[in-house]
């Protein structure tokens, strides 16, 4: 990775992720894994989880250079979340992968992702170092295609604009 990036750490950005955050909580099963997990909010708020990162925001639990290659056993977790941060990786798919390496059969990778119309207005004014603007189910579905997930819910919220998606691990 050549940038460090930082997330936004303005009023807009705390109550973004305040949000996100806590739709994605009630869906958790501990003990679970948060992948990119900036404040680490899931944590606090939920317990029983592991917030790792490539930048420490100051409550990391566990600093990685990519998650291309997690510092977990097989089938350790019940849940593994990518909240609001898959579209920054360099590469999705190898992180989804190494996801459900780390998943307990019946475990759920639970992630949240921006409409890709609306990922490519935002970023052009924040956060311009992610690499996608976001993901649409049918390149989600690619992504999952050569691990062992099977898609099983989506929802939206933030009026429509983000997505909720849940995958079971086989
Ligand atoms: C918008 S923040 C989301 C943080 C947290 N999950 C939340 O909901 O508040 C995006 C996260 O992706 C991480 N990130 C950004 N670029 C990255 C990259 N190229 N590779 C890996 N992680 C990256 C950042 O460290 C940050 O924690």
Redesign the pocket.
Known sequence: ?T?V????QDIIGFWL?GW??NKVAKEIRQPFL?I????N??SEIVGGGFGI???N?GSVDVLVK??EKLPFKESSFNSVT????LN???RPQKVILESARVLKPGGTLIL?LLNPLIGMLWHVFR?S???YPGFSYKQLQAFIRDADLIFTRRSHFMMGMNNLYIYTRL
């Open positions: 990775m940038q990036p930082k997330s936004a992720a996100r955050n948060d990119a997990c900036g404040d909010i899931l990162d490539v930048v925001y990519n998650f990518i909240v609001a941060s920054y990786f360099d949240t956060e170092w992610a690499k």
